[in-house]
Every structure is written in C-alpha cells, then in structure tokens.
C-alpha cells in the first residue's frame, strides 16, 4: 500500500469516526430533547391538576362559608320558635270573640316586629292545614276520620307550626292527619 492510499484510509476513517461522532451527539441530543419533552409534559400536568384542586378548594370554601352565614343565626332562631308560638297562640286568644283577653296595641306591635325581624332573617312558617300529608317536612301527630272523602291523606289541623329558614327546614310542622 502506497502512501498516498494509508492516508486516503486514515481519511476516510476520520470522516466515518466524525460521523459516527455526530450520529452519537445528535443521537443524545434527540433523547435528552425526548427527555425534556416528558419532564414538560409532566410539570404541564401536575401544575393543571394543582391549579384544578386549588379552584375547587376555593368553591369548596366559598360554599361552605355561604352556608355557615345562611345558618349561623340557626340556632339563636329556633330556641325563638317557642316564644312565637307562645305569641301566635295570645294573639289567636285575642282575637277569639268568646275570650275576654285583649292584645294591647304595644303587644301587637312587638308581636309585628318579632315576626318581620324573623322574616327578615330567612325564617318563613310552613302552611300545613289542608296540604297533602308529606313525610318530609311534617310530623304525623295522631290520625283521625277524614271530615270529608277529599281531606283523605291531608293534614286535618296544624298542632304545631313547622319553620324553614332560608328553604331549610328547622323545625317539622307537627299534625294531624285524616284517614
């Protein structure tokens, strides 16, 4: 072999060498690439689940404070349910022809002002008397024959008045139901 032809061999390996040097960097290059691509992938994922339990702790959190305002004059109201009946059963006394009690304008007045702060509230008495009978929001006190063929499976008379407060129900309407 010619000199000449040693360095044609030495220079052709060169070349083969460089490019196989090249192949492999660029081979690396492309899997490091792959590699990042995946990282990005996965940082992209884990920051929109994060975000999405973050914007549902938030809802979550507003709805809960929501209903604690909603509810928190809750219990303050209902140990108030007591006096209203005790007022409502005065007044229909007053306001019974055969009594002699008689409701004083100043009680009228409290009594009108009792009930429209209440209302203000979120308090609303249910209307029970002649209604379907309904499980949910009344307590069967006792049955009696129905009057009537239509008052059947009705409430025949309210023995205690039941209240909702802001549509929740506090207190069951207790009453008498016809059969």
């Known amino acids: 072999m010619s000199k000449e032809e040693k360095e044609i061999i030495e220079d052709t390996e060169q070349e083969t060498s460089k490019k196989s040097k090249k192949k492999?960097?660029?081979?690396?290059?492309?899997?490091?690439?792959?590699?990042?691509e995946i990282e990005v992938k996965e940082a992209k994922d884990k920051y929109l689940r994060l975000y999405a339990e973050f914007d549902n702790y938030k809802k979550r959190t507003i709805k809960e404070r929501m209903d604690l305002i909603n509810t928190a004059g809750r219990d303050a109201i209902s140990s108030l349910l007591p006096v209203?009946?005790?007022?409502?059963?005065?007044?229909?006394?007053?306001?019974?022809?055969?009594?002699?009690e008689v409701f004083t304008?100043?009680?009228?007045?409290?009594?009108?002002?009792?009930?429209?702060t209440l209302s203000a509230k979120g308090l609303k008495a249910m209307e029970s008397t002649g209604e379907a009978f309904d499980p949910e929001i009344h307590e069967a006190i006792t049955e009696i024959p129905a009057p009537t063929q239509e008052m059947k499976g009705k409430v025949i008379d309210t023995i205690e008045k039941g209240y909702l407060l802001n549509d929740k129900i506090i207190r069951h309407a207790k009453v008498v139901v016809g059969k």
Do not use: C, M, P, W
């Open 24 to 36: 492999d960097k660029k081979s690396e290059l492309q899997d490091r690439i792959e590699e990042l």
């Open 84 to 100: 209203l009946d005790d007022f409502d059963r005065a007044k229909k006394s007053a306001d019974d022809d055969s009594t002699n």
């Open 105 to 116: 304008e100043g009680v009228a007045l409290v009594y009108n002002k009792l009930h429209g």
